[in-house]
Nanobody
Framework: QVQLVESGGGLVQAGGSLRLSCVTS????????MGWFRQAPGKEREFVAA????????LYADSVKGRTNISRDNAKNTVFLQMNSLKPEDTAVYYC??????????????????WGQGTQVTVSS
């Protein structure tokens, strides 16, 4: 069992930045591919970014590519999502998720085994 707790969300003006954190417990973080997803009101949960177990490979949604950086510190059991040049359309609840399987599709939410409770990001225009 893995527990994930996100933090770092908040209200920010368009063009601003936020750094989300996801602290994990219960199992070695390096066992998991880690991902970030988001869900806006009335919309389906969508993929934002993912990072490989050792951090050498990252994947981003086109909507955030170039503005977002995912990283991890396995020694501190923490995954980060640095978001810059934020836009109102980035407003959503952001979730981190852990994926134990090898060879899975990182963009698919149903491939992930554990989820945090989410942190709200609101970008004002």
């Amino acid at each position: 069992q893995v527990q994930l707790v996100e933090s770092g969300g908040g209200l920010v003006q368009a063009g601003g930045s936020l750094r989300l954190s996801c602290v994990t417990s219960g199992r070695t973080l390096s066992d998991y591919v880690m991902g970030w997803f988001r869900q806006a009101p009335g919309k389906e949960r969508e993929f934002v970014a993912a990072i490989s177990r050792r951090g050498g490979i990252t994947l981003y949604a086109d909507s955030v590519k170039g503005r977002t950086n995912i990283s991890r510190d396995n020694a501190k059991n923490t995954v980060f999502l640095q978001m810059n040049s934020l836009k109102p359309e980035d407003t959503a609840v952001y979730y981190c998720a852990a994926n134990l399987a090898y060879g899975s599709a990182w963009r698919k939410a149903n491939e992930y085994d554990y989820w945090g409770q989410g942190t709200q990001v609101t970008v004002s225009s």
